[in-house]
Each structure stands twice: as C-alpha cells, then as structure tokens.
Nanobody, 115 residues
Framework: QVQLVESGGGSVQAGGSLRLSCAVSGSILGITVMGWYHQAPGEQRELVAVLTMSGSTNYPSSVKGRFTISRDSAKNVLYLQMNNLRLEDTGVYYC?????????WGQGTQVTVSS
C-alpha cells in the first residue's frame, strides 16, 4: 500500500517561497498521476498542480508561473516549489497520487502566508 508523507510547510511572509515535499513509500508501480491540492480555511480542496508520469504538468491560473511541481524518481519524492506566495495561498496542502485508478492522499502540511 502506498503511503504519502508531506513536509516543508510553515509560515512565510507574502512574496516569500516554500518548497513542499511528499515522500512516497510502498509499491509505486502503476502510479499514473501525482498532484498537489490546497485547502483554504472553510473552503473545498482544490487542485494546484498535477504531474503525469509522462512528464506533463498543469496548473490553474491562480498559481501558474508561481508554483512548480516536480519529482525525484530516484528518491520517490514529489515536490511543490511555491514562489511569490500570497495571503490566499494560506491553507493545508495535500499530495495525492493515483495508482491503478485508486487515489491516495497524504495527511497534509500547513502553509501560512502573512503580510
């Protein structure tokens, strides 16, 4: 069974940067999609970055040009580089992978952006 553990969250001032990590353990065979989601306080979880195993990436307009998803396949780690952070980026960030049509989620890591 795949397990996901996020890290790298914290507090940062607006305009700052953070890099989130998601360590993937267990069997990684059959993973097709990896992504990051953001859940602001009182809001639904929203996709902020997606990476397919073919290397394609996609971002919503709200983070395009500021966030970059990548992975280290040798270490089985998924990253989210977040630059020029805004107050509205505050929330919990979750990594998610899809393996053989089954989604798996990490426990989330908190990001707080202050002015």
């Amino acid at each position: 069974q795949v397990q996901l553990v996020e890290s790298g969250g914290g507090s940062v001032q607006a305009g700052g940067s953070l890099r989130l990590s998601c360590a993937v353990s267990g069997s990684i065979l059959g993973i097709t999609v990896m992504g990051w989601y953001h859940q602001a306080p009182g809001e639904q979880r929203e996709l902020v970055a997606v990476l397919t195993m073919s290397g394609s990436t996609n971002y919503p307009s709200s983070v395009k040009g500021r966030f970059t998803i990548s992975r280290d396949s040798a270490k089985n780690v998924l990253y989210l580089q977040m630059n020029n952070l805004r107050l509205e980026d505050t929330g919990v960030y979750y990594c998610r992978i899809v393996q053989r049509s089954t989604p798996y989620w990490g426990q989330g890591t908190q990001v707080t952006v202050s002015s």
